[in-house]
Nanobody
């Protein structure tokens, strides 16, 4: 199974983007999903995560109130809705999944990764 992230692009500050993550086969059921991002010269950082039921969601303080993680009912897609984007949100965004029940916000907790999609926010 592979993850395919899409939806990135160039957006003006204050604008909106929705990133999507799709599994190459099967569903994203029974796995926790997360989004991470990595800006040039910086370490990969946690953005948001969701348990497999979708009942528990966590967000980085820097995106809380602006970003929303969700999945579709068929559990084949995971989304990251980004509103009121800021130049500091510029990064490559990665989706990831894990079968662990306790996963935290460390990239090492997630075992399957997508290839990343570039988000660039202009001021």
């Amino acid at each position: 199974v592979q993850l395919q992230a899409s939806g990135g692009g160039l957006v003006q500050g204050g604008g909106y983007l929705r990133l999507s993550c799709q599994a190459s086969e099967g569903t994203l059921d029974y796995v926790a999903a997360a989004w991470f991002r990595q800006a040039p010269g910086k370490e990969r950082e946690f953005v948001a995560s969701m348990n497999w039921r979708g009942s528990t969601k966590y967000y980085a303080n820097s995106v809380k109130g602006r970003f929303t993680i969700s999945r579709n009912q068929a559990k084949t897609m995971v989304y990251l809705q980004m509103v009121n984007v800021k130049p500091e949100d510029t990064a490559v965004y990665y989706c990831a999944t894990t079968q662990q029940q306790r996963y935290g916000d460390s990239p090492t907790s997630f075992t399957l990764w997508g290839q990343g999609t570039q988000v660039t926010v202009s001021s």
